[in-house]
Every structure is written in structure tokens, then in C-alpha cells.
Nanobody, 124 residues
Framework: QGQLVESGGGSVQAGGSLRLSCAAS????????MAWFRQGPGKEREPVAS????????YYVGVVKGRFTISQDNANNSVYLQMNSLKPADTAMYYC?????????????????WGQGTQVTVSS
């Protein structure tokens, strides 16, 4: 059964960096398109970045473009989110999700698998 496990969250000061990892089970990686979402306190889950199953197509939301980089490692069945120039507004629980490719990456409703989340806290 499909499983996603996130790691790499933590507390940093504004301007700092973190690298999140999402380890996917073999039945997910390379088959489903993957994405990172985040959810702040009292807020809805919102999209951050997406990568296609073959790694060829990458998307970002505007507020993270130029600061965050999504990538994948086929050897380790993992997807990463490198986050630079972090801001307090980036504080949230970050989730890795998997959906069938061809569906819009922006809506959390299309995602079949979710990880448990990893907390990112950015202080000013």
C-alpha cells in the first residue's frame, strides 16, 4: 500500500534554508505526480510546488518561485523541497502528496496519498 513519509522540517530564522524530503513507496514513485502543500494554523491546505512522475514538468506557486526548488531522486524514491530565503509567512505544516498525473496539481482534492507532514517554523 502506498506510503509517503516527510522529514527535514525545523525552526530557522528568516533568510535561512531548509530541505524537506518525502520518501515514497515503490508503488507511488515514478507512477504518480507528486507535490508539496502547506497548511498554516487556521488556514486551508495550499499548493507549493509540483513535479511530474518523470520529473520533466515542474510548477510553483508565485510566492515561492525563485526561493523554493522541487526535485526528485529516482535512486531513493524521494522528492525534495529545497527552501531558501525563508520568511515568517512560510511557517506551516508541509505535506507531500501524490495524485494521478493529468489532474490539476493545485487542488488537494485530487491527491490520493498524503504524508503525515513536517513542521516548518520561521522566526523573524
Amino acid at each position: 500500500q502506498g506510503q509517503l513519509v516527510e522529514s527535514g522540517g525545523g525552526s530557522v530564522q528568516a533568510g535561512g534554508s531548509l530541505r524537506l524530503s518525502c520518501a515514497a513507496s515503490g508503488d507511488i514513485f515514478g507512477t504518480y505526480c507528486m507535490a508539496w502543500f502547506r497548511q498554516g494554523p487556521g488556514k486551508e491546505r495550499e499548493p507549493v510546488a509540483s513535479i511530474s512522475a518523470d520529473g520533466a514538468l515542474i510548477y510553483y506557486v508565485g510566492v515561492v518561485k525563485g526561493r523554493f526548488t522541487i526535485s526528485q531522486d529516482n535512486a531513493n524514491n524521494s522528492v525534495y523541497l529545497q527552501m531558501n530565503s525563508l520568511k515568517p509567512a512560510d511557517t506551516a505544516m508541509y505535506y507531500c502528496g501524490a495524485r494521478k498525473c493529468g489532474l490539476s496539481w493545485l487542488s488537494p482534492s485530487w491527491y490520493i496519498y498524503w504524508g503525515q507532514g513536517t513542521q516548518v517554523t520561521v522566526s523573524s
